[in-house]
């Protein structure tokens, strides 16, 4: 497949600067802005799925009724948490 370009990007030489300072070695301006790309739209697809399965668990709760205490998951989560922990510390 044939590579596109992303249209020039213009920014305050203060960003372009601070942009060069955290380069790594032989890492260009533009893989950087590349890399930061893809971050970007990757975090955008899970922010996306995100939202979307929270929509369909609010429907099936209204669907079905059943509805959890925040209270009681919280602490379910916690006690998962500290199990993992626990965990962690025995290896």
Same mark, same amino acid.
């Given at each position: 497949?044939?590579?596109a370009t992303i249209p020039a990007l213009r920014v305050?030489?203060?960003?372009?600067?601070?942009? =060069?300072?955290?380069?790594?070695?032989?890492?260009?301006?533009?893989?950087? %802005?590349?890399?930061?790309?893809?971050?970007?739209? $990757? !975090?955008?697809?899970?922010?996306?799925?995100?939202? /979307? !399965?929270?929509? /369909? $668990?609010?429907? =099936? /709760? !209204?669907?079905?009724? &059943?509805y959890f205490d925040a209270d009681d998951v919280h602490? =379910?989560?916690?006690? %998962?948490?500290?199990?993992?922990?626990?965990?962690? &510390? !025995?290896?």
């Amino acid at each position: 497949m044939k590579s596109a370009t992303i249209p020039a990007l213009r920014v305050e030489p203060e960003l372009r600067q601070a942009v =060069e300072d955290v380069l790594g070695e032989n890492e260009t301006l533009s893989s950087f %802005m590349e890399s930061a790309l893809r971050a970007g739209v $990757a !975090r955008r697809q899970l922010q996306r799925e995100f939202i /979307a !399965r929270g929509l /369909a $668990a609010r429907e =099936e /709760a !209204r669907r079905t009724g &059943e509805y959890f205490d925040a209270d009681d998951v919280h602490a =379910e989560l916690q006690a %998962m948490l500290n199990a993992a922990k626990a965990e962690r &510390e !025995r290896h």
